[in-house]
Nanobody, 123 residues
Framework: QVQLVESGGGLVQAGGSLRLSCAAS????????MGWFRQAPGKGREFVAA????????KYADSVKGRFTVSRDNAKHTVYLQMNSLKPEDTAVYYC????????????????WGQGTQVTVSS
């Protein structure tokens, strides 16, 4: 089992920045690729960003390319999502996910999920 706990969400004005963290515990962190997803009210969960086990390969949704950066610190068992130039349409609950096959870019590719953290961007 892998336990994932997200933090760092909050309320920010449009154009601002937030950094989300996802702390992992349980099995060996470097065995897992990681992904970030989000779910806005009334919508399905969508892919945001993915990173492989070493951090050497990343993938982004077109809607966040150039604004969001995913990274990981394997020594700290933590994956991050730096979000810049935030827009109201980025408002959602953000989830991190872990799986054994990179990229974690679809719901079915994730084996474990965190509980989510709310990000609200005001206009």
């Amino acid at each position: 089992q892998v336990q994932l706990v997200e933090s760092g969400g909050g309320l920010v004005q449009a154009g601002g920045s937030l950094r989300l963290s996802c702390a992992a515990s349980g099995r060996t962190f470097t065995n897992y690729a990681m992904g970030w997803f989000r779910q806005a009210p009334g919508k399905g969960r969508e892919f945001v960003a993915a990173i492989n086990w070493s951090g050497g390969s990343t993938k982004y949704a077109d809607s966040v390319k150039g604004r969001f950066t995913v990274s990981r610190d394997n020594a700290k068992h933590t994956v991050y999502l730096q979000m810049n130039s935030l827009k109201p349409e980025d408002t959602a609950v953000y989830y991190c996910a872990a799986g054994t096959r990179y990229p974690i870019a679809t719901m079915s590719s994730a084996d474990y999920w965190g509980q989510g953290t709310q990000v609200t961007v005001s206009s």
